[in-house]
């Protein structure tokens, strides 16, 4: 690539952040591998309480239920992300620059308040 191609960019200024985009997508790849295992052992998890305690109290019964529900929509929309993130917004820059703002502002909100020593 020619310096004219990368918007001037010098190629170790490139090489840096490329290296950053492939830890950061390997990051999210091994974190949704490990989450999805875990919330396969939820459903299997579910099935057995259903099956093994079909006499329980309804409360019960609900309360797994809904926790089943929040894990698998937590699942979905963390997948919808990492697709739009990875799939569609691959290469838009736009897309990449909105994405590092938000993880620059949820870093100062979480700071805000923290007393450094």
């Not at 200024?13 to 950061?24: H, Q, R, Y």
């Not at 459903?43 to 698998?72: E, N, R």
């Given at each position: 690539?020619?310096?004219a191609?990368?918007?001037?960019?010098?190629?170790?200024?490139?090489?840096?952040?490329i290296?950053g985009?492939?830890?950061?997508?390997?990051?999210?790849?091994?974190?949704?591998?490990l989450?999805?295992?875990?919330?396969?052992?939820?459903?299997i998890?579910?099935?057995?309480y259903?099956?093994?305690?079909?006499?329980?109290?309804?409360?019960?019964?609900?309360?797994?239920?809904?926790?089943w529900?929040?894990?698998?929509?937590?699942?979905?929309?963390?997948?919808?992300?990492?697709?739009?993130?990875?799939?569609?917004?691959?290469?838009?820059?736009?897309?990449?620059?909105?994405?590092?703002?938000?993880?620059?502002?949820?870093?100062?909100?979480?700071?805000?308040g923290?007393?450094?020593?």
């Amino acid at each position: 690539m020619s310096q004219a191609a990368t918007g001037s960019l010098p190629p170790d200024v490139i090489a840096e952040l490329i290296a950053g985009v492939k830890e950061s997508l390997a990051t999210i790849l091994i974190g949704f591998t490990l989450a999805t295992i875990l919330y396969g052992i939820t459903v299997i998890q579910t099935y057995l309480y259903y099956k093994s305690y079909p006499k329980d109290q309804i409360w019960l019964k609900l309360f797994v239920a809904a926790l089943w529900i929040l894990d698998t929509l937590t699942t979905i929309l963390v997948a919808h992300s990492i697709y739009t993130y990875t799939v569609l917004d691959f290469g838009d820059p736009e897309a990449e620059a909105k994405a590092a703002s938000a993880k620059v502002e949820s870093y100062d909100h979480r700071c805000k308040g923290a007393t450094y020593v």
